[in-house]
């Protein structure tokens, strides 16, 4: 496969995050969106948009799944992992600078938002609970 690019752009369409193009292997990245994001988390949205571009595929869950492996190959902490997969399944309204969603919004989300939170929750529990069994080791 030929090298993947990665592009920073001033911003994308529709207040886009990131984006892929794949007749070319280029993956374009929001400067306005993702300049406060930390490195790990950042890791973690690359890798989810490489996952479209090497697998070939428009299926957001099996990249969202690529992307958890190979961000904990590359060293992302797993829970840095977890909160990033938790926010790109909230890309349907992104909030702003990719902050997690907060109680009020939560209160009026739709169903698919609340069970994404919840989602996330439990993952945020078992990154936990693993590092606390890891350093038991």
């Given at each position: 496969?030929?090298?993947?690019?990665?592009?920073?752009?001033?911003?994308?369409?529709?207040?886009?995050?990131?984006?892929?193009?794949?007749?070319?292997?280029?993956?374009?990245?929001?400067?306005?969106?993702?300049?406060?994001?930390?490195?790990?988390?950042?890791?973690?949205?690359?890798?989810?948009?490489?996952?479209?571009?090497?697998?070939?595929?428009?299926?957001e869950e099996?990249?969202?799944?690529?992307?958890?492996?190979?961000?904990?190959?590359?060293?992302?902490?797993?829970?840095?992992?977890v909160k990033?997969?938790s926010r790109?399944?909230?890309?349907?309204?992104?909030?702003?600078?990719?902050?997690?969603?907060?109680?009020?919004?939560?209160?009026?989300?739709?169903?698919?938002?609340?069970?994404?939170?919840?989602?996330?929750?439990?993952?945020?529990?078992?990154?936990?609970?693993?590092?606390?069994?890891?350093?038991?080791?």
């Amino acid at each position: 496969m030929d090298a993947i690019k990665i592009k920073w752009v001033k911003e994308l369409p529709q207040g886009g995050v990131a984006s892929t193009l794949p007749e070319k292997k280029e993956i374009y990245l929001s400067k306005k969106a993702l300049e406060k994001v930390p490195k790990n988390i950042l890791k973690v949205i690359i890798n989810h948009e490489k996952a479209h571009l090497i697998l070939n595929t428009t299926n957001e869950e099996l990249c969202d799944c690529w992307a958890f492996y190979q961000s904990m190959y590359e060293g992302v902490e797993l829970m840095d992992t977890v909160k990033a997969i938790s926010r790109i399944l909230n890309f349907e309204n992104p909030p702003e600078g990719l902050k997690t969603v907060n109680i009020s919004s939560y209160l009026f989300a739709s169903e698919k938002v609340k069970d994404n939170w919840r989602r996330y929750n439990q993952q945020v529990e078992r990154a936990k609970q693993y590092k606390l069994w890891r350093a038991k080791k």
